[in-house]
């Protein structure tokens, strides 16, 4: 299984990114996909989840202002970002979590988001 991320950048405070994930190889149809991320210095944390069945779950830091989708038949995942502010310049991380005991987690290579003026 192999995750590529794409649609990092520079872009301005205020601005918006859409970050994508292409997922390739086989994965247990019951999964959540992700995104991370990871700012110099600091831990990876939880950005924003989806579940095959629907459910969503956000960061507090990013509820209204991002906004997760996924494309089940592509197998790709999405990450909407608007009003971007210099703390959400990271490492942005794909991540998808097959959902049964012992089930597998996939990491991408990482995609770089700068905000910065």
């Known amino acids: 299984v192999q995750l590529v991320e794409s649609g990092g950048g520079l872009v301005q405070p205020g601005g918006s990114l859409t970050l994508s994930c292409e997922i390739s190889?086989?994965?247990?149809?019951?999964?959540?996909m992700g995104w991370y991320r990871q700012a110099p210095g600091k831990e990876r944390e939880l950005v924003a989840t989806?579940?095959?069945?629907?459910?969503?779950n956000y960061a507090d830091g990013v509820k209204g202002r991002f906004t997760i989708s996924r494309d089940n038949g592509m197998n790709m995942v999405y990450l909407q970002m608007t009003s971007l502010k210099p703390e959400d310049t990271a490492v942005y991380y794909c991540?998808?979590?097959?959902?049964?005991?012992?089930?597998?987690?996939?990491w991408g290579q990482g995609t770089q988001v700068t905000v910065s003026s």
């Open positions: 991540n998808v979590r097959e959902l049964f005991q012992g089930g597998s987690v996939y």
């Open positions: 190889g086989s994965i247990f149809d019951n999964n959540a």
């Open positions: 989806a579940v095959n069945t629907g459910p969503t």
